[in-house]
Nanobody, 126 residues
Framework: QVQLVESGGGLVQAGDSLRLSCGASGRPFSSDAMAWFRQAPGKEREFVAVISWKGGYTNYANSVKGRFSISRDNAKNTVYLQMNSLKPEDTAVYYC???????????????????WGQGTQVTVSS
């Protein structure tokens, strides 16, 4: 059974940091592009960050650029999202996702991702 499991969410204050993890199992994910998306209450799911299968390409939403960093450890089948200088507007459920098609340029479109985790809540208080 293919699974992506996120962890590391929680309640923090504005300016704090969190590191989210996404562990993959059930199939090898080392060749997949991996991404983080988030969804705030009443809003659509939005792209946050993506990393290519080798880790040489990353892309970020403008709203998190310079504050968030995505990385991966293929030996551990895990992708990370380091979130610094958190703001109340970062409050959302964060999801990791895998794109098995090995795109040359990993996508920011949620519809192109094949596997999803259940999400982890991040709440940032002001």
């Amino acid at each position: 059974q293919v699974q992506l499991v996120e962890s590391g969410g929680g309640l923090v204050q504005a300016g704090d940091s969190l590191r989210l993890s996404c562990g993959a199992s059930g199939r090898p994910f080392s060749s997949d592009a991996m991404a983080w998306f988030r969804q705030a209450p009443g809003k659509e799911r939005e792209f946050v960050a993506v990393i290519s299968w080798k880790g040489g390409y990353t892309n970020y939403a403008n709203s998190v650029k310079g504050r968030f960093s995505i990385s991966r450890d293929n030996a551990k089948n895990t992708v990370y999202l380091q979130m610094n200088s958190l703001k109340p507007e970062d409050t959302a459920v964060y999801y990791c996702a895998a794109d098995v098609d090995r795109p040359v340029v990993p996508s920011t479109l949620s519809g192109l991702y094949d596997y999803w985790g259940q999400g982890t809540q991040v709440t940032v208080s002001s």
